[in-house]
């Protein structure tokens, strides 16, 4: 790290250009309510003011912390390539030609859109005339030209950021960086331009999505969706692991900073070298790189009726939703399937009835589907429309229409899926109990269940002793797969209410404590609110035999067939990582669970005692980052019961 | 020949107990007595009761299960269920040779893939010798096979068993014989005996070494340690320091700790002695 990103990284930690900015608000609530989304972001724009870090040369934050609710949609890769090759000028040209010979609504759109734009070109202008020198450079081609060297890509780069955050966009993803900052980071080498410098370039870019955070919060700060996709296999079966991703993957190592929280496509051809340095950022305990295995996720995507050039493409959404750039508008986070409610109420509605195990399984399939249909009904579309977002998806572009018209090429939604351990914990301890040694009655289940096992100590505790998933026991884990089957197979064949695709997932997001609240005692033993396992992993309170038996169980299923995305999220202790051979182990184990088919891979590399003292003198632990689901946070300023929970996974321990 | 196995411990992805991804069994008993040992439970070749010490409520529950169940407050394995807050634990399960094998097989392709395999260790895994000849006899040709030893065995007994390893991790803890006695109870002639059988072997092996302050951290060991490993031309090894925790087991086994050495003293890391003759020291 250089002298200066180390002064600039330090402006930042500190939180001193915090004092620049104006806590008034731009517009009342009742201004903002009476204005459509297009309105309040030119309203955004004209009031905002330029400030820079010192020394800066990437620039573009908010002045204003109290930005008024614009569009407010989030969770999408938008088109930053289309920008890079074209600048906004050359999107501004294209729509003006467009709207020679468009009429009413597109028209209309595209008025409005040369309009923001305008705006937008107004505003970068007044922003040049304050800029420091090398950034005023840079402004004098981008945004309204196409980039010509890495540095203007990157301030083109974080205009779009920026202006999105201004849009009021909720998760500002970054997508595939590597491959569409390729061409410039080219540019820069044929100049001549050394390694080094653009190293640090790519630090300055990395430090500036740290600024502003924490306007940006979702539901825990950090919660901000700025994660960034690197390598992956084009549909020619190459790798596109490039210079470029090495750089970024060195930058987030030196900087040590949240963000961009970094996802690494893998596949069986991925050479084991690549996982060893992934490693290298996991041993800083920020909880990544996340692994996404593109032999699962492509053909899993393709199967939901992506084009193969499209889910070759793919890219992750704020946590872990494999989303398509550019074209496609999905929302893959609109529900959650709660795995363990399901078969707490066939436990309660159907056990008594059952004659066998396998009709109890046909009810907990019935209750699924039931529970789709209701989720389904319940989805509510909140897609305001937005010209200015649109202008991110290149279909709107391209036809002079609204994103929210569902004009883009999809526009799917999906579902979490939570506590699937917990499920499949339950139904395997119903079959055991009721079913194999009928050693419990189902009215005496309900009963203890009802009264959250007070007065049936030694029955949870026979509960418990049942099979657990995450211990390659197939009595269980084929009741998870079980599960995945009836969700996969209850939304292949069923559309939203707008008749496109629902796609089941295995992210939990932060339902693994929200949805736990609402579920009572559950026949896996678990206490009525007691947390869910977090994603795509083992309920907190198993007793696990280790992680390779936590990986077996966890790649039994086929993959492809739930593939909105959901990390198998694992805890290994920090010291396993003090030296080669631990390091080297832990690549192994990272591209062995590729290689079993596993999908998506998160590895925390976590010490409890340091946490637990974090929760008693957090003034000593500042900087202590760790994963919380699909991003990472400050453990400070973490909820007590997302502490408590981290803290209660299984770490897995090497002596 | 039915040998039952006691195991105290089966770790998954054990990273330090050899090559590749490996799953280590930690057998029970042990025939030294290493004032230094982090693993108090590998010591007892008996069953225990481990109770950890940390969050426990003093509810008493623990005591009053084992009152019923055996008129004395001594903790059984009925206390292991009543404790409330799931602090008590036994240590010591009996496996069949098969029935373990089926439990490391399961992590085969772990093993394939990354080169790894299994490991035998402890307590002294050789005070269970058959067992591990009757695992060695279903694993063998399928499984990379790992013991980690002390070397205090009968020759025969280690000869029999290294025939049957692909891979051996090998303390060395002190080389002058009155000092081994002493601080482990082994007798160097033996160990030493074993090693070189083991270096003569050809088979692949590892040396560790225990940095304990005071004990085999001095000078002189240090010295004793390099000219033995040279005269091998040995030219890596492994150390492990002395592990400060290492005394929090003990209150758990229902014992005091009572190092024999100044625990709070600073280890001696000898990396400059080592590399001065040729011999790479890694440090775990």
């Not at chain 2, 050809?202 to 940095?211: A, E, N, T, Y």
């Not at chain 2, 030219?235 to 229902?254: D, R």
Request: hydrophobic share 35%; net charge negative; glycine share 8%.
């Amino acid at each position: 790290m250089t002298e200066r990103i180390k002064r600039l990284r330090e402006q930042i930690v500190n939180g001193t250009y915090q004092k620049n900015r104006s806590h008034k608000p731009i517009l009342q609530d009742a201004e903002t309510n009476c204005r459509n989304a297009d309105e309040v972001f030119l309203a955004v724009l004209q009031e905002e003011q330029p400030y820079f870090l010192e020394g800066d040369r990437i620039g573009f934050y908010m002045y204003h912390t109290k930005r008024p609710k614009g569009c407010g949609a989030g969770n999408f890769i938008p088109n930053y390539g289309t920008y890079l090759t074209k600048g906004f000028g050359g999107v501004y040209k294209e729509i003006k030609e467009k709207m020679k010979s468009a009429s009413g609504e597109e028209k209309k759109f595209g008025e409005t859109a040369i309009h923001l734009l305008e705006g937008v070109f107004e505003y970068c202008n007044r922003f040049k005339e304050k800029a420091p020198k090398e950034l005023k450079k840079a402004l004098e081609r981008v945004p309204y030209h196409a980039p010509q060297s890495y540095h203007e890509a990157l301030v083109l780069l974080r205009i779009c950021i920026h202006l999105q955050r201004m849009n009021y966009t909720v998760h500002v993803t970054l997508g595939r960086f590597d491959q569409y900052m390729y061409p410039f980071y080219k540019m820069d080498v044929q100049r001549g331009v050394s390694h080094d410098a653009i190293l640090e370039l790519t630090e300055e870019f990395f430090l500036s999505l740290n600024v502003d955070t924490d306007l940006y919060s979702g539901v825990q700060k950090g919660d901000n969706g700025q994660s960034m996709v690197l390598g992956g296999t084009d549909i020619n079966g190459n790798s596109v692991f490039n210079e470029l991703s090495r750089i970024c993957m060195e930058a987030s190592l030196e900087l040590n900073l949240i963000d961009p929280k970094i996802n690494l496509r893998v596949s069986k051809n991925t050479p084991i070298e690549l996982f060893r340095f992934g490693t290298e950022l996991t041993k800083q305990g920020m909880g990544f790189p996340q692994y996404c295995n593109d032999d699962v996720v492509i053909p899993g995507l393709i199967a939901l009726g992506y084009e193969p050039e499209d889910a070759h493409n793919y890219g992750v959404a704020a946590c872990w939703e494999y989303i398509v750039p550019d074209v496609s508008h999905d929302i893959p986070n609109v529900s959650v399937m709660n795995f363990p409610k399901v078969v707490n109420r066939a436990v309660h509605e159907n056990l008594a009835e059952a004659k066998s195990f396998e009709a109890f399984a046909e009810c907990v399939k019935m209750q699924l589907e039931k529970e789709c249909d209701a989720l389904i009904e319940s989805v509510v579309y909140e897609d305001k429309p937005s010209v200015f977002h649109s202008l991110f998806f290149d279909p709107c572009i391209a036809h002079l229409k609204d994103y929210a018209s569902g004009v883009c090429k999809y526009n799917n939604i999906g579902f979490h899926g939570v506590g699937i351990a917990n499920a499949a914990d339950a139904m395997a301890a119903v079959k055991k109990t009721v079913f194999c040694e009928k050693s419990i009655s189902p009215e005496t289940l309900k009963e203890a269940l009802d009264k959250n096992f007070e007065g049936f100590d030694s029955l949870r505790q026979s509960l418990i002793d049942c099979p657990k998933m995450g211990n390659n026991d197939d009595f269980v884990d084929e009741l998870g797969g079980f599960l995945m089957e009836c969700f996969s197979n209850a939304l292949a064949c069923r559309r939203d209410k707008r008749g496109n695709r629902i796609r089941p997932g295995t992210g939990s997001a932060m339902f693994y404590l929200w949805s736990a609240e609402k579920v009572g005692a559950t026949a896996d033993g678990r206490l009525a609110q007691q947390a869910f396992g977090c994603s795509f992993s083992p309920a907190i309170t198993s007793k696990l035999n280790g992680p390779l038996s936590v990986i077996q169980s966890f790649t039994k299923f086929d993959m492809t067939k739930i593939i909105n995305g959901g990390p198998l999220t694992m805890e290994i202790h920090d010291t396993t990582f003090r030296n080669e051979f631990g390091m080297m182990k832990v690549a192994q184990l990272v591209k062995a669970f590729m290689d079993m088919g596993g999908h998506q891979l998160q590895l925390n590399a976590i010490n409890r005692d340091t946490l637990l003292d974090a929760q008693k003198h957090p003034e000593n632990y500042k900087g202590l980052i760790v994963r919380v689901w699909g991003w990472s946070g400050y453990f400070n300023e973490l909820d007590i019961g997302y502490q408590n929970h981290i803290i209660a996974r299984t770490e897995f321990q090497v002596s | 020949m039915n040998a039952l196995g006691r195991v105290f411990s089966i770790e998954e992805f054990s990273v330090f107990d050899g090559p590749g991804i490996r799953t280590s069994v930690f057998l029970k008993g042990c025939n030294l007595h290493c004032s230094w040992c982090h693993n108090p439970e590998g010591q007892s070749k008996d069953i225990q009761i481990v109770k950890s010490p940390n969050g426990c409520l003093n509810c008493g529950a623990c005591k009053k299960a084992a009152l019923l169940l055996t008129g004395k407050e001594e903790l059984c394995e009925a206390s292991v269920a009543a404790c409330p807050n799931k602090l008590i634990r036994i240590s010591g399960e009996d496996y069949t040779a098969e029935s373990l094998c089926d439990r490391l097989f399961k992590n085969q392709q772990f093993y394939e893939t990354s080169g790894g395999g299994v490991t035998f260790s402890g307590g002294e895994p050789l005070m269970q010798s058959d067992f591990i000849l009757a695992c060695a006899k279903l694993l063998r040709g399928k499984v990379h096979l790992a013991l980690q030893t002390a070397g205090m065995c009968k020759p025969e007994i280690f000869d029999r068993v290294l025939s049957e390893m692909d891979y051996v991790l090998f303390d060395i803890k002190l080389v002058r014989e009155e000092r081994l006695k002493r601080y482990t109870g082994a007798d160097a002639n033996i160990v030493y005996r074993n090693f070189d059988t083991l270096v003569k072997s050809g088979k692949d092996f590892v040396v560790r070494i225990p940095l304990i302050p005071g004990v085999t951290d001095t000078k002189e060991n240090i010295a004793d340690i390099i000219a033995c490993l040279k005269g091998y031309g040995i030219t890596y090894a492994e150390a492990m320091p002395y592990n400060k925790m290492a005394g929090a087991k003990y209150t758990m086994v229902g014992r005091t700790y009572q190092p024999d050495f100044d625990p709070a003293q600073d280890v001696y890391i000898p990396e400059k002695e080592f590399s001065e003759n040729g011999i790479e020291l890694c440090i775990l």
